[in-house]
């Protein structure tokens, strides 16, 4: 199996944990992702030591309080392929967090290193930024949650819905250089989630130019890919709906990446 991939537990520990994924883990600096599942009436709780933290509803409701803020029956989607943008609470490092779930609940839960410039907010669906990208079978629908004009310290996440067929972070492209303003250095994760999730797959590439790093990696429901480098373009095959949640940062909080210059011309079209 690909160092790259990382799949789901095959049954959730004690308090909910499916996935993680650290710095440690991935052998990188910034990023870390989990993943946990919730039964009615359970709660999660996590400190936030020096990182900040945006906890994606996936899917259900709950009630949330950070140390300063609350928000009661949040959640709107019961499966991330209702195509609704989610609810997210934000909250910055050397804070907490507690949700108690109203309903069965999935949450994801991104970090990254924190400065302590913002305070806790929640993010409704009315405040993410909705866009098409590309065309053809490149078309795909992008979820803002928090892109480059919202603030954070360090985070983007993103949630982005492929059609059956359709190509997505495509034409493929790299964000793997500290060299601002041309690229930016930033670490990524690939949350991947298919309908209909029995037997469905998705393909994901991850290489770099010189090819000493070329892996194609078969996704199922539920698995992570890790993109410390390279260009990463994915696929949906025929029948089966692609979603991914994107979580990346780097030592700059600008996102700027070059595409593969063999696939560029596809940008004109």
């Not at 795909?140 to 972070?169: C, H, M, Q």
């Not at 979580?247 to 909080?253: N, Y």
Request: overall charge negative; glycine content about 6%.
């Amino acid at each position: 199996m690909s160092t790259l991939l990382v799949k789901p537990k095959e049954q959730p520990a004690e308090d909910g944990n499916i996935l993680r994924v650290t710095p440690e883990s991935a052998n990188w600096e910034y990023v870390g992702f989990e993943v946990y599942t919730l039964r009615s009436g359970e709660t999660f709780a996590k400190e936030t030591g020096d990182r900040e933290m945006a906890i994606v509803l996936l899917s259900g409701r709950a009630n949330a309080a950070t140390k300063s803020q609350s928000w009661a029956n949040i959640g709107e989607r019961m499966s991330v392929f209702d195509e609704t943008p989610a609810y997210t609470v934000y909250i910055p490092n050397d804070d907490q967090v507690k949700l108690e779930a109203l309903t069965d609940l999935e949450i994801a839960v991104c970090t990254a290193p924190g400065k302590g410039t913002y305070e806790a907010r929640l993010i409704r669906p009315e405040d993410v930024d909705v866009a098409q990208r590309g065309s053809g079978y490149m078309e795909r629908e992008i979820n803002g949650i928090i892109p480059e004009d919202k603030p954070a310290d360090s985070l983007f996440v993103f949630e982005v819905y492929t059609p059956a067929g359709n190509w997505s972070s495509y034409p493929p492209h790299k964000h793997d250089t500290d060299n601002y303003p041309d690229e930016t250095y930033l670490e990524e994760t690939y949350y991947h989630k298919i309908d209909p999730a029995e037997g469905g797959f998705a393909i994901q590439r991850v290489y770099t130019d010189d090819r000493t790093l070329d892996e194609t990696i078969i996704v199922n429901d539920g698995d992570v890919v890790l993109v410390p480098k390279g260009h990463h373009p994915c696929s949906a095959p025929p029948g089966y709906r692609l979603y991914y949640l994107n979580v990346m940062a780097g030592p700059i909080r600008k996102w700027r990446f070059t595409n593969d210059k063999d696939h560029e011309w596809l940008t004109k079209l």
